[in-house]
């Protein structure tokens, strides 16, 4: 059988050789996964800023807001074992949260940042005492008026599921993609994307409702505290990174920690700043005012600190879920090759995978002050490019990380570089690696 992956598989290689070789300082490692099997894995450089020690297989990275589409998986995982749809408010398992006008905040609001959190008004709290950052959430009022919940898919999800199941078993074979104990013929990766080649056609993707209108800002730090307190509440005090352990990390092998243990510390890349200014942006000009929205999200919670902090041993143990994620890009990509898997699993069902790539908002962010898109938790592509496909959602991280699924071809991609590059988004460095999906 001819392989689906060999020109990608090369694609991808190439470009991560060049990148390495243009590369100053640092390293970085690369994965493909396909419904939890390993397409390409790949590894190289120095994890030091020295450059004495050689980036290994089981080297460990920080991965900023890559991690916040883990996180956001959890809290959908422990919805959808409770059975609680999105459009329950907040306030209901989180009485507290009802304080200063948020008592009609809804779950799909806070996951999609709209809710009007993205910064922390209280300032001097440690970024790792969550307990005193939460409670500083509930009882601020949003940034501004949070708008109506979304509803579309939330309302006769019974009736949905069944409908959205014939669907997605309709597209696995339309799109030639083999669903368990299946023969079907799959096709390169391409096709797949195109919904092209070999008479195939596109899959069909699930109902939505694109809000053009939807308020939103991105919180940058808040988002974390906020996913982890309602996750605690819901499940009964567990934290989101043991319930990632617990449901995820462990029983599939993965090696990605919020707050490593002392052991894999000297498995962990040093972070390395980026070595250049940003060019000008309206971000940016933002950023350098105190005052504003974008500045707040960025240091609030745990004020002004420097990238070479989150080197520090304390902080690497620490569970920051916003952005100290740790891990290796196998687990990374592996996780999301199961997101993209588009037959039942015993992870996650058609209702709360359609969630993850449902747009809940689009348009100007309050806080990136350009467009983003948000699905349950996860980035969209859209205009921004970030990811392969309209229907691909995942997560980037300052400095050049990023991580997504692909539902088409039911692949999971991760880019992990600790040299950053200026910005908060992926940058033109990891944009060679999406351009490699369409040649």
Same mark, same amino acid.
């Given at each position: ?103 009609? +905040? $809804?779950?799909?609001?806070? %996951? =999609? ?7 922390? @008004?209280?300032?001097? *709290?440690? /970024? ?105 509440? +819901? $499940?009964?005090?567990?934290? %989101? =990174? ?7 990390? @462990?029983?599939?092998? *993965?090696? /990605? ?102 747009p809940m908002t689009s348009g100007q962010d309050r806080v990136f %002050? ?70």
């Open positions: 059988m001819t392989d689906p992956f060999q020109k990608l598989r090369e694609q991808l290689i190439t470009v991560f050789q060049k990148t390495l070789k243009e590369e100053l300082f640092g390293g970085a490692s690369l994965a493909l996964y396909h419904r939890g099997e390993k397409i390409l894995s790949l590894y190289g450089g120095w994890k030091d800023a020295a450059s004495t020690q050689p980036w290994e297989a089981d080297t460990i990275t920080l991965i900023w807001s890559a991690g916040k589409g883990v996180a956001a998986a959890c809290l959908l995982h422990a919805l959808q074992e409770k059975q609680i749809s999105l459009n329950r408010r907040v306030a209901e398992f989180w009485p507290e949260f009802a304080q200063a006008g948020k008592e009609k +905040i $809804t779950i799909d609001q806070l %996951l =999609s940042h709209r809710a009007g959190l993205a910064a922390l @008004d209280q300032k001097g *709290l440690s /970024l790792t005492d969550h307990e005193a950052i939460v409670q500083a959430l509930a009882a601020q009022p949003p940034n501004w008026s949070n708008d109506r919940p979304f509803s579309k898919l939330a309302a006769g999800d019974e009736r949905q599921e069944a409908d959205g199941a014939q669907r997605l078993s309709v597209s696995l074979h339309t799109c030639g993609v083999a669903a368990a104990g299946s023969t079907a013929v799959r096709q390169p990766v391409r096709a797949r994307l195109a919904g092209a080649s070999t008479g195939a056609t596109q899959p069909v993707a699930p109902a939505v409702e694109f809000r053009e209108s939807s308020s939103h800002g991105y919180g940058a730090r808040t988002f974390g505290f906020l996913i982890d307190e309602l996750l605690r509440r +819901i $499940t009964g005090a567990t934290s %989101l =990174s043991n319930y990632w352990r617990t449901q995820f990390a @462990d029983p599939l092998e *993965l090696n /990605l920690w919020f707050g490593i243990p002392e052991s894999l510390l000297s498995k962990t890349a040093d972070v390395i700043p980026a070595k250049t200014a940003p060019p000008p942006s309206d971000f940016g000009t933002a950023y350098a005012d105190p005052s504003s929205l974008t500045r707040r999200a960025f240091m609030e919670p745990g004020g002004n600190f420097s990238t070479l902090a989150m080197n520090q041993p304390a902080l690497r143990q620490a569970s920051i879920i916003s952005s100290g994620a740790i891990s290796t890009a196998d687990a990374l990509a592996k996780f999301y090759s199961l997101l993209a898997t588009q037959d039942d699993t015993r992870y996650f069902n058609s209702t709360t995978r359609r969630w993850m790539e449902t %002050l350009k467009e983003t898109i948000f699905s349950a938790g996860f980035m969209m592509s859209g205009n921004l490019n970030i990811f392969p496909s309209s229907r691909s959602f995942g997560h980037p991280g300052a400095g050049g990380a990023t991580a997504f699924a692909i539902p088409e071809a039911e692949l999971g991609f991760a880019f992990l570089p600790n040299a950053m590059h200026h910005g908060v988004f992926s940058g033109s460095r990891t944009q060679r690696f999406i351009e490699a999906f369409a040649e």
